[in-house]
Every structure is written in C-alpha cells, then in structure tokens.
C-alpha cells in the first residue's frame, strides 16, 4: 500500500507523455516541466502527506510530490500484494493519528528488487512517523527480523532535488535474503500533528499491474466532520458509532490490468478511493485565489515593461506580445529564496527582476503585465498529464499545474512552455477539468482540440540516381502543438545535422543530412523547416528497381504511426492527438526508367477521421504522391480502437508498399 506517493508511482506507470502523431518523442522536455510545476503547486499545501513504499496501493496527500518516471521497463512485476491495510482516525480539526501494513509475496524473480525495500516520506515539521514492525517470512516458513542495520533516515529525493523548498526525509528498510516466495511485511504508525489548509483530503488509487489479494482502508472520524468519501470500483461501508463514524473501503482479488502502449495513465483506469472535507470545488479556487491576491503586483516599472512590449498593439495582440515576452524571457527555474515563501508565488516584481520562476511565478507576472494593460488574466488549476477522469469529491488533489485564463478573449495559456504560442495548449492540457481561481471560485474545462489547429506538412522532393543513390530535400511546416514539439526538439540541439540523420536512421534508406529552420524560439514567426539529405547507394540497380516511398527528413514519418497497430483489442483508451498530417512526395526516377508498380489511390473516413492516399505518374515518369490523415480526437476510447486502426494500418500500409522501375532503355 503506497501512502502519499505519485499517482504514476504507485501504478507502475512511466508518468511521461505517450508518442502521439501529433509529435515526435523528444524525451523528458515536457514531462519534466510538469513534474517541476507540481513541485512548485504543492507549497502551497505544506505539511499535507506522508509518502510511502513502492508497489502498493496507492496514497497521495497535498499535490504530491513526483518521483522520477521509471522507464518502460521498469514496471514492477513479479510479485504480488497480499494484504494493505490503513487505519486512520481523523481529529476534529483535521489532524490524524493512524497505521499502515503492507504485506508483498515475490513471485518471480524480477519481483525481488520492487520489493526489497519499503520507504516513507514526512516532512519532520509536521508529521511524525515511527516503524513498527518489519519482517521476512521466507518460503520453508522461516521468519527473519529486520534490524536497525537496515533502516536508513536521509533527506528524501524530493529535498535533494529542490533544496530549501522541500524538507522532507525518507525512512528506507531493506529486507534482506529475498528469492522467489519470500514475503515481507512492514508496519509504519503515522501522525499528522497539525491542521492543513484544506483539511482532511486524501487519495487512494491501485496499482495498475499488481495484483492485489485484499487492500483495506478504514476512517475514523467525528460525526459532525465534514469528510465525505467516494470512490471508483471499490467498496464502501459506512456505520456510526455513537459520536463518530466509521468508513471503510475495500479492494478484494484485484488482478491488475496489462499495460497497453499509449494509454491514458493508470489513474484513469484503475480503482480508486477519495476522502475530503473540501466541501465544492470552487472552494478549491477561492481559497488559491486569496493567498495569490498580493502577488500580481503592478508598480510603475511593470507598467513600463508592459508598455514597452506592447507598443501601439491592443487587445488580443497585446496580451499574445505579452504573453510571448514572458515564455521568452522568463524562465523555468524551481528555486525558492528560503522557507517563507514556500506556500505563494514569489512577488511579480520579483519574478520581473530575476527573470525565473516556477509555474505560478510564470502565471503572476503574466497577470501582473497584462493587469497593467487593463487586460484581465485568472489563475487555472488543472492536472497536466495523460489523465481526463475527474476525482468523484473536490480536492486540490485532482491538480499539479498553473495555467492562465483570458475571459475578455476566452483564451487559456501555459506560459511555463516557451514553445507553445499564447492559445496552444499541450494535449495533456487540452479538454481538461480546471479550477479557476477567483473571489468566489469557478470549474470550467479548457478547449478540446481540433485537427484543425495542429497541422503538420511535409513536401519531399526525391531525385533516384543511376547509381542508386537517392537525394532529397524535404520542407516542413507546423502550426499548434506540432509546431510547439519541433520548436523544442530543434531548440535543445546545437547540431540540426544531428537532428537530421537521426530523423533519416528511422527510414528504410537511411542516410545523412541537414536542417534549416526558422529561430525555434521566436514565436513570432511562424515555424518552417527544410532539409536536404542524402542515401549513399541505397537501392539496388538493375533492370528493376524495388523501394519503398522514400520519406527523407520527416518528424512525423508512418513507423509513428505504426507504434499504435496492435492485433489485440483495447482495454483502456488510447492517446493519440488530434491532427491534420498532409505528406507530398515528388519523386524523379533516372534516366531510362519508368514506373511499372505504384501504390494504389485508398480512401477511408470513418468516426475518427479519414486517410486519402493519391499516386500519379506523370508523362515524364515522374511520381507524385500525396497523403492525408487527418485524427479527429486526442483520445480514443478502447471500443473505437478498430476504426482508428483501420486508418492506421492505411497509412502504413502505403508506406510499405513497393514501388517498382522498370528499365526501358540501356544506361
């Protein structure tokens, strides 16, 4: 039973977003800045958990705090949880007082090192935690005791990482002598001993691919407190005993869901149990939005600042100025100046000084900026991961991220992410439950996005020489979050070389190349791309010529694409991302030949979206080809799976097809 950890943790899920069509992975860019965000948001709930283990079911408090994503193969497996058991009884004034067993058999020996070692995170100001019992039982019914020796207490990894802003500490028992069939046990007693700001609110969730036998959690809490629980799949008994009442949540012989590529995270999909006292969700937003009232501070020097960006621009052009100013100026740094500020933004004139913050620094001087154009701006609370289920009772636990909402325009913002332009939310963010912080709190959902707004165009341009060397240069363009993905991808590396024949690795041809593009950077511009590159006698030449449709340099290239074709059914819904992709191919064969086999022209439209693939050969031998694939949704549901992989295969298909040269004439 994992007490206070990450969603993603407990579930034995990479916490990362899925390579979805509308952008090529570009490793952790993203991920991190999400899991620094939620760093930052969770200041302003100190003292609010207590984290423990790994493979258990799973406990989050406050806005948590996240550990680093595991890699895919990483997932705990092998073994399994046979009992999780948390009391609680809950004070009047929120704090609690209670104990946590968790009891794990390995059962292959890939499970030994996810259950070698239990661990529990508190913050020493304010929690209490004492271990009670720990223990081996090995598989001939030997019982071994773990001592002193293997109980460690060190700063956790969340203080390490964020010095003077996170202060908690790791209690870590390693158990010793494990092989297949040991069971560990281990009892923690745990104290909250003071009120939080939100009260008593809490989150259980199961792992995703651990079984588990039984997990139990029971609250014990006054009759007259105003914690409400609910849950989804579970069980959920309630009694009064005279002044108090007693709920009591159960898991039984629950055996976990396989892992499928893409899915949206375990949270969304697996059981899960809620406590709160927060008695709606707008007072979630309220109470944000008074302890950030002072910090959208306008003096005369962010007035200046203002007016200097915006110039003679009024409006919505004013705000975009802004706004791009902000992404490109401040940055994302997680830096606190010392304990007192823990729980608040720093001060918008702080933050315009020393030019870093964190997600809801970024948010206060944007606001504090647009404030003095007499443009109004709102802070957004909203989950920034791969995860669209809303927790059944409100809680600041549903949020780790800090948005920015323009009512006069009706436009949200991220400007934590210096690639995406003022409008153009990340598709974890996209069509996302929010709370958004003012006087008296509001709920609103963030805009689901069109294909429309993230388009993605590449033209190649192929010359097939008689020795088989095949040459070409490639133009892209990008608007929303493609644009804001290549913008990153190109701004992290110094060589675009590099970036080109790692893009040309991943093509039947291979080869090696260059690109141009515009200043990734520079919102302003629009995004633009080209390429030139180069497959040293790639193709066999003789009276005929076998290929496939050369791609060249290409971010968005079909094995993309193939990555989500399975032969399996769905279970779970599967992220994709809304997108309009149009591919040209002008192909010029050598002299001499001419096209004797190309891909036949393919339509299909269904409830997704449609592909149209188009081949022409013109009167001088020349190919054209042209493909279209346009996704309606950026999330898919297990039941419309085949449709979308019926597009898919299309498209892959097409790409694999073989094209064939005949010779008519001698070299």
């Not at 497996?77 to 058991?85: K, L, N, Q």
């Not at 005791?145 to 003077?164: I, K, L, M, Y």
């Not at 898991?251 to 899915?263: K, N």
């Amino acid at each position: 039973m994992r007490f206070g950890s990450s969603p993603a943790e407990c579930a034995g899920l990479p916490d990362t977003p899925a390579p979805c069509l509308d952008f090529v992975p570009i490793g952790e860019y993203h991920d991190s800045m999400k899991k620094l965000c939620l760093l930052a948001l969770i200041a302003i709930l100190p003292g609010c958990g207590v984290g423990v283990g790994i493979g258990g079911f799973g406990f989050a408090v406050g806005i948590g705090a996240p550990p680093e994503a595991p890699a895919s193969d990483d997932l705990p497996t092998g073994f399994r949880i046979d009992d999780a058991t948390i009391a609680i009884t809950v004070a009047d004034d929120g704090t609690y007082t209670g104990t946590r067993t968790l009891a794990r058999t390995v059962t292959a020996p890939a499970g030994v090192r996810h259950v070698q070692r239990a661990t529990i995170d508190f913050d020493p100001e304010t929690q209490r935690v004492t271990l009670v019992d720990a223990s081996v039982t090995q598989p001939d019914g030997t019982r071994i005791a773990v001592t002193a020796d293997n109980v460690f207490t060190a700063p956790s990894e969340q203080a390490q990482r964020t010095p003077h802003f996170a202060r908690s500490r790791t209690t870590t028992v390693i158990f010793p002598q494990l092989r297949v069939g040991s069971r560990t046990h281990v009892t923690w007693r745990f104290e909250q001993r003071s009120p939080t700001p939100f009260g008593f609110t809490q989150v259980w969730r199961a792992p995703l691919a651990v079984p588990v036998t039984r997990a139990t959690i029971t609250l014990d809490v006054p009759d007259a407190s105003p914690v409400r629980c609910a849950g989804f799949d579970v069980d959920i008994a309630r009694e009064r005993r005279g002044s108090r009442r007693r709920i009591v949540a159960t898991l039984s012989d629950y055996r976990g869901h396989e892992p499928e590529y893409a899915q949206v995270v375990a949270e969304d999909v697996v059981p899960t149990f809620v406590a709160s006292s927060v008695d709606a969700w707008e007072t979630v937003g309220a109470r944000f939005a008074e302890a950030w009232a002072d910090r959208v501070v306008v003096t005369p020097d962010v007035e200046a600042l203002a007016a200097e960006i915006v110039g003679d621009r009024t409006g919505l052009d004013a705000a975009r100025a802004i706004y791009r100013w902000v992404c490109r100026n401040v940055h994302y740094v997680q830096v606190y100046l010392g304990t007192g500020d823990r729980s608040l933004p720093h001060p918008s004139t702080d933050v315009m000084r020393d030019r870093y913050g964190d997600c809801k620094d970024h948010y206060v001087l944007f606001a504090a900026l647009l404030r003095a154009r007499d443009i109004r701006c709102e802070p957004a609370f909203v989950r920034w991961k791969r995860s669209w289920r809303t927790l059944p009772l409100p809680t600041p636990l549903q949020f780790d991220h800090c948005v920015a909402y323009l009512p006069d325009f009706d436009v949200w913002a991220n400007p934590t992410d210096p690639f995406a332009d003022l409008g153009v939310l990340d598709q974890a963010l996209s069509d996302q439950f929010v709370v958004v912080g003012t006087t008296d709190g509001r709920v609103a959902r963030t805009p689901t996005a069109r294909p429309d707004d993230n388009r993605y165009t590449c033209d190649h341009d192929v010359t097939i020489e008689p020795t088989g060397t095949v040459r070409g240069t490639s133009r892209i363009g990008a608007t929303g979050r493609p644009a804001t993905r290549f913008r990153a991808r190109l701004a992290r590396n110094a060589d675009p070389a590099a970036v080109a024949t790692s893009l040309l690795w991943r093509t039947s041809l291979g080869g090696i190349g260059d690109i141009q593009s515009s200043d990734p950077t520079d919102l302003d511009a629009p995004f633009t791309c080209s390429g030139a590159w180069v497959s040293p006698k790639a193709l066999d030449v003789d009276d005929r010529i076998y290929l496939t449709t050369p791609t060249g340099v290409d971010f968005l290239t079909p094995d993309v694409a193939r990555r989500f074709l399975s032969a399996a059914a769905r279970t779970m819904p599967i992220v994709i991302g809304a997108v309009d992709v149009t591919r040209t191919f002008t192909i010029h064969l050598p002299d001499g030949y001419t096209a004797e086999r190309v891909p036949p022209d393919r339509t299909r439209e269904n409830a997704i979206g449609h592909y149209r693939s188009t081949v022409r050969v013109a009167d001088d031998g020349t190919i054209a080809i042209r493909r279209h694939l346009r996704l309606a949704r950026d999330v898919v549901s297990a039941a419309d799976y085949g449709p979308l992989r019926a597009l898919l295969r299309d498209l892959d298909r097409d790409a694999r097809a073989t094209i064939v040269l005949r010779r008519t004439a001698a070299p």
